[in-house]
Each structure stands twice: as C-alpha cells, then as structure tokens.
C-alpha cells in the first residue's frame, strides 16, 4: 500500500462486516444495491476470497467480493468492489484487488479473473486494465448479459473482462 494509505488494513471479512459493505455498495450510488442480506451471507461463506480495507478503528472503508466459479475453480470471479468516497483516487482499490488475488493465490491456486463492468464506467475499466498491465496478463472483452436478459427495467448490459493468464501462485 502506499503511503497514503499507511493507517488502512487489508483483511479478510466478518460477518460483522456485512452491514457496513452494504452501506459502501448503498453509497457507491453505482452498484446494483442487493439486499442486506446477500452481504451477510457473503461475509459469512464467501469471506476466503472477498477483502475489506479497515481504517484505524477497523471499520470498513472499501471491499472487494469475489468467488471461485464453480465449473471453473481456478477463475476468480470479482463481484462487487467498492471504495468509500474519502479514500478514492489513492490506489486502495487497486491494493484490495491485488492483495485478493495474492491470496487466493496462495491458497487455491488462480489462472485468470473475471469481472463485469456496464460501458462507461471509466474508473472501474482502468482498475482492471491496470490490473491486467501489472500482471502481465490479456484482456478478452465480451458482452455476457445483455441489456434484454434483465427483467426489472431498462438495464446497461454487463461486459465480461476475461483476464489472464494469471501466475498460478503469485
Ligand atoms: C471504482 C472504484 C472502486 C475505484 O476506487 P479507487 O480506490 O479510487 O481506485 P484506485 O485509486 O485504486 O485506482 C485504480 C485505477 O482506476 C483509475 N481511476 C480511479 N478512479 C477513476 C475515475 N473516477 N476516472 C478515471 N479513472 C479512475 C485510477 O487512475 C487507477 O488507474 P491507473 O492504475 O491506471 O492509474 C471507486 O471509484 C468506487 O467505489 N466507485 C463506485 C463503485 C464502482 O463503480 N465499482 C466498480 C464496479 S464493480
């Protein structure tokens, strides 16, 4: 981490943790809002391959979610990253995604990363291109639901970024 963010922690979330990434994904004002629920779920059985960043008095002030794709276990599939708006534009978001994957690296092996990201959503293009620039790796772009598969109203579809390949222990 850099200087910046000396006093932030990077750790693996609690249970505890899952109102205070809801309220991150509420205030992003970007992120499909889940239901509270999903959080707390999340923090309960996705915790090994999701991050949270801690300030000085441990509470949450960004995240990353992610799981394993079940057919493909060695793709880690980011879900949700989020960073508070006090904290943005200082790399914490770019610290979350590669402590994440050192992780789960060391712990269950990673050949690529998969993400979606709605066009024009420049900030969270260029965390993952830079992503893939500092790992050496390609970026496969494609359409993976369209804006017609979303039955509650007009949605932008979700591009698919494929990236990889990824050292398997980094
Ligand atoms: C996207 C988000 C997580 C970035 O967090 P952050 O901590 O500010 O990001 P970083 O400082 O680590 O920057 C990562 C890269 O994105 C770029 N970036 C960050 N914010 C940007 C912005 N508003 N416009 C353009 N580029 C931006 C940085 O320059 C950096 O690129 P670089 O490595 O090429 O220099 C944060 O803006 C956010 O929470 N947004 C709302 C939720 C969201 O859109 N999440 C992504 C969808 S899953």
Known sequence: MTAAQADLQI??????????????ARDSRTLDLNSSYSYLL???????????ARDGHGEPVGFVTGYLRPDRPRTLL???VAVDGAHRGRGLAAALLDGL??????????????TTITPGNTASERLFTSFAERHGARV????????????????????????GPLSPSL
């Open 11 to 24: 750790d693996r979330p609690t249970v505890a943790d899952g109102a205070a990434l809801w309220r991150l």
């Open 42 to 52: 999340w923090c309960r059985d996705f915790a090994a391959t999701t991050a949270v």
């Open 78 to 80: 980011v879900w949700q």
């Open 101 to 114: 994957v050192a992780r789960t690296a060391a712990e269950h092996g990673l050949t690529a990363l998969e």
């Open 140 to 163: 496969e772009r494609e359409v993976l639901f369209g804006t017609g598969l979303f039955p509650d109203g007009p949605h932008d579809p979700e591009v698919l970024y494929r990236i």
